[in-house]
Every structure is written in C-alpha cells, then in structure tokens.
C-alpha cells in the first residue's frame, strides 16, 4: 500500500483544539506523527516582560482556557516566594475551594469533549450544562465566567458572598445526584469500552522518561501527585485519595479522572466545614511601585492536566525578568502523542488526544 | 548529597532554600551533573528554561529536575552559563529523552544552537525573525507597531 502524507489540523472535524499533528500513513495506519504546535502561541511570556507584577494577572489566566485558576494560583505563588507574601488562614481555605471548583468544572470540559468526540452526545451536554453550574457560582463570586483573577498575591480578592456556602453545597449536590447516571450511559457504557479499551496505551517506565504527570501517569499505576508530595494552600489539612488505574490506556485515564472528581467533591466539603473566620487578604504595597528583590524561584502545583509549573526570574524591578511556564500539556502532547500515535488507526486520533488530555493553548502559551 | 557534589565537582556553588537545591555548574560540568543527579534518583526532567542577561552578555540555561518519588530535596535547579556570541551547547537528549521539545523552543526563541539535536525545526513561530524573539534586544512593541503598519489599510 502506498504511503501518504496527512495533515490532520487545525481545521480538520476530528481535531479538538487549534492543534496540528502531520501524520505518515498507510492504509489507514499511522507510521509516523509530528505534533505541530503553535497556532495559537500569543507569546505572552514576553509580554508579561512589559508589565508590571499585578498587571500580569489578567494575562496569566488565559494561558489555559479551561481551568485559569491554577495559573493564578501558581504565578501568584510565585510572587509570594519571591516577594516573601504571607497568605492569611482563611485566605488558604477559600484558594483551596475555588482550585477543587476548577478543578471539578475542568474535567466536566473534559468529559464533555471526550463523550462528544465518540457520539455520546447526550452525556455531552450534561457533562457541559453541570459545568456550567459551576461558572454560575464563579460568577457570583468573582464577577467572571471564566476568566476570575481572583487570587492574588496575599490572598484572594474578597471574601464569600452572604450564603455561597450553601450554594456550593447545593450545586454540589445537584451534580453529584447525577453520578449514577453518567455511570450507566458513558462510563460503564460498553460502546465507551469497546471505543476507549487498549487505545493510546502508554507503560509507567515509559511514562515516567518523558516526564508525563496528572491523570496520564496516575493512569499507569503510580500515585503521583503534588497535593501530597509538595503540599500548597491547605491540602497537607484534608483527607483525600489518589485515584489510580493499572492500564495506561484511554479507557483508565477517563477513569482516573472521574474518581477524582469525587475526591474533589470531598475536599471542598471537607473545607467548607474547616474554614475559619478572619482577613482574606494581606495588603501588599502600592502595585505601581512595587518592587520584588533580586531572586528566581521554581514553584508548582497540581493543575487537572498534571503538573504546572512557573520559574520566575526577579531582578530586583517593577516587572519580572523571566517567566516561563512549565505546562502538563507540554510533554503530553508534544513527545507523549507522537510516540502513542505510532501504530494507531487515523480513526483513534482525536481519542487518544483527548485522552491524553492535550489543551493546545497551554503548549503555545 | 551535597558532600558528594562537592567532592566530585570542583568550583561549584550549591546553595540550599527550603526544599529546593540550586546548583550553579560551569558549562564543562553540566552534562556530568545531569548525569550524576538522574543516578541519585532525580530521573524526571521538570523543565529547561533560558535566561537572557544582556548585561553580563550571557546566556543562563536552567535544568529542574525533579523525582517522582518523595525525597528529601523536592527540586534540584542546575544553572550553567553560556556566552552570548554564537551560542552553543550540547544536547541532553541522551540523558533526559523528554528534553526535545525544550530544547527546540529555546533554540527558536533565544537561537541557542544545541548541538546533536536531531530535530531543530520551528515550533512554535510564524515567520522568521532577525532576532530570536525571546532575547531582550528584541523589542516586541516596535515590531508589533512596525509589522502591523506596513499592511495597507482596507479602506481606500
């Protein structure tokens, strides 16, 4: 059979994302795959060069699309270190609630692409109407539906709104009912297990050389995870499991994610029954004026893709010298999808990325 | 460790913050390190990252490794240095395979030539630029504004 050449991307009805992958096949087997990123590269690495320490917030959260709270939360980490920050108690607990909702609405984006991709449109719009529910509380909170820039350097910008408690729970609930439901038409589906078994199977000791984290090496058995090797916020305070499957094939990464899910669930309830009373937020100088001293530091957490990482360089000036993001989409959907991609139908590509999980705004940053 | 570092590497500075470690190593030592520090149990490369300091004219390329099991040091962060003329470095490919990616975008964004990459096509750029992007001479407002005005208006 004669072998071909197949730009799959960015405009290509299996593709999800602005995201490119040249593909050498034969028949309809993949040989050889290229990840082609940067279609949507924005360089905002250099442009938060230009701007001042605050300035840089409404900048870092549209780095990723789907969950910009944990890019908040780690720039704004970051500057802590760095400016040496201290974060008030109750300041702690709400980053900590605010992370678990992102966390939550993000793999609800997930399921919600994943389902849809495979024909499960029914689970789709759920999966989207229930994250929605979360952008609800979101906005109430922060005053955006997606974009809050609600953590900042000291704490968070204000404290809950009268009665937010009980909407959270309340919305909690209203997700959490439909649990069985999405079991018995997506996730013990056996169309989903005829589709998802065995694909983009990736081991642990592979898994491990190319620096792959979040559900995609949790996936392959190894409980990996920063919110208990390197705790932030209050995640050292709360009681919480790392959801791992054997297999390292799409299939057990869907699962991994919706069994953290109900972690999320737990964590948040956990911290709404711990939260203290106090100040949400330390004042920190005037922004125009701030100066950081002389300094870089690496700081990361654990973001719904895996680990995200920010080393920040200060040269002891108003802006930062350097930034540079360390985005789990980077080895994922880099070096991890062109050696899964190797041997797989041109039918099971955009399952296997959305599998792995792949936001391609983060790789182009 | 850090004992063991300072036997076997000579003139290098460690320095010790919380659970972070920062090695600052001269160019010759780098790859020795790398490969004496993935030895020890730090066998997952985080990130690479360059830092242009014009003033020294200089170039800072920066190595976080880090262990997906709980150690005692969380990070080890490996800085080296090299000129600014005519960047070069060797490759770590063959010590860390996930240090492709890195290692283009920074030869695309700061020209930093590594040699033994077998793959040092654009990632991530459009076009071509005079200056690598990312360097600090670069000015990317002058550029916007000189770029974006050279494309004649619609209206006549």
Known sequence: MRELELFFGPQHMGMVGNFSITLKVEGDQILEAYANPGWLHRGFEKLMEYRTWIQNFPMVCRINVVEPDHMEMVYAMAVEELAKIEVPERARYIRTIVLELARLSSHLFGCWAYANMLGFDTVAQWAMYHRDLILDLFEELTGGRVYHIYIWPGGVRRDFPKGFKDKIINTLHAIGSCIPDYDSTFFNNPLFYARARGIGKINQEEAKKLGATGPVIRATGLKFDIRKIEPYAVYDEVDFDIPTREEGDAYSRVWVIRDEMIQSVGIIMQCLEKMPPGEVYNRVPNPFKWKIPKGETYVRVESSRGELGIYLVSNGEDRPYRVHFRTPSYPHGLIILERVLKKANIADVGNIMISLYVVAPEIDR | ?156
């Not at chain 2, 919380?18 to 010759?28: D, F, R």
């Not at chain 2, 695309?108 to 096509?121: A, Q, V, Y």
């Open chain 2, 1 to 156: 460790m850090k004992r063991e570092i300072r036997a076997l590497f000579k003139n290098v500075l460690i320095e010790e913050k919380g659970k972070k470690i920062t090695i600052t190593a001269k160019k010759e030592q780098t790859l020795e390190l790398l490969r004496f520090l993935k030895n020890k149990g730090y066998n997952y490369l985080v990130l690479i990252s360059a830092v242009d300091w014009i003033k020294e004219k200089e170039f800072e390329l920066i190595y976080v490794l880090s262990s997906y099991v709980r150690k005692e040091k969380l990070h080890v962060i490996l800085k080296t240095r090299i000129p600014r003329e005519n960047p070069r470095f060797k490759t770590v490919i063959p010590i860390f395979e996930n240090a492709e990616p890195y290692e283009r975008e920074i030869h695309e964004l700061f020209g930093i030539k590594f040699e033994g990459h077998p793959r040092l096509t654009p990632l991530l750029l459009e076009r071509d630029y005079r200056i690598p992007p990312f360097r600090k001479d670069f000015d990317t407002r002058k550029y916007v504004k000189k770029f974006f005005e050279e494309i004649p208006s619609i209206e006549p």
